[in-house]
């Protein structure tokens, strides 16, 4: 089948550290099962109804990653097992994180999530906005979220050499954060590339890549759904 011939064509090109993020949203079941069955755990989906059904539906060791954007009161539906946040771009989520985490007695692992693109429709901080969330005094009281790293999105473009600036950006970012502000052994991830540009990110420092159609086959909508 055709997603099994993908992931093992991706598998001979990714680095062996390199975390793969299946993207399966839009996707049915039987596609995840179908991937599961080669071995992928690590899933990513980015609406909160459609994570927590396939949760529901699905085995219980996948590792499921929320990339979208994330509304506040929605938290609390995947706060009992989601384990990586990636586009966390507000103090206020990051609050409300916090305590929904606290209510399930976990520790929930996020990303900071900026703007690298030269796109305006697109979330997340500035490099000074995400700095100075680091310095509030708030921040330093939230006991129940760990910042593992940074994510970002290049611009949809042909224009390679802008696509690895925006990279190369992103990793700048992640260490003046690593230097100033969460020196912590945790502190390790880089959540960047998507089908059309993960050699780029890759080549750039990537630690994470989000891949979905090159998996599953093209979706019928615009790559921000
Ligand atoms: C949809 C999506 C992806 C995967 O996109 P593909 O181009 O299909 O690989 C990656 N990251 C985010 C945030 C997405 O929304």
Not at 75 to 101: N, T, W
């Amino acid at each position: 089948m055709a997603i099994q011939e993908n992931l093992e064509k991706i598998h001979k090109e990714l680095p062996e550290k390199l975390k793969l993020i299946a993207v399966s949203k839009t996707k049915p079941e039987s596609a995840i099962l179908e991937a599961y069955r080669c071995g992928q755990r690590l899933f990513g989906e980015n609406k909160v109804q459609e994570l927590v059904d396939k949760y529901e539906n699905l085995p219980k060791d996948i590792e499921w990653h929320f990339i979208g954007h994330l509304q506040t009161n929605k938290v609390k539906y995947i706060a009992p097992f989601v384990h990586l946040i990636h586009a966390v771009d507000s103090l206020k989520l990051l609050s409300e994180i916090d305590k929904q985490a606290a209510k399930n007695n976990r520790i929930i692992n996020c990303l900071l999530q900026f703007h690298i693109a030269n796109e305006n429709a697109k979330f997340g901080f500035t490099k000074e906005e995400a700095f100075e969330l680091l310095h509030t005094s708030e921040f330093k009281t939230f006991e129940n979220i760990r910042i593992v790293g940074v994510m970002g999105m290049a611009t949809y473009t042909d224009n390679e050499n802008q696509i690895r600036e925006e990279f190369a950006t992103l990793k700048s970012y992640f260490l003046q954060i690593k230097e100033k502000f969460i020196p912590e052994d945790y502190f390790t991830e880089i959540s960047m590339g998507m089908s059309a540009d993960y050699k780029i990110a890759i080549e750039e420092g990537s630690t994470m890549v989000r891949l979905g159609s090159s998996i599953f086959g093209i979706r019928f909508y615009s790559k921000f759904n």
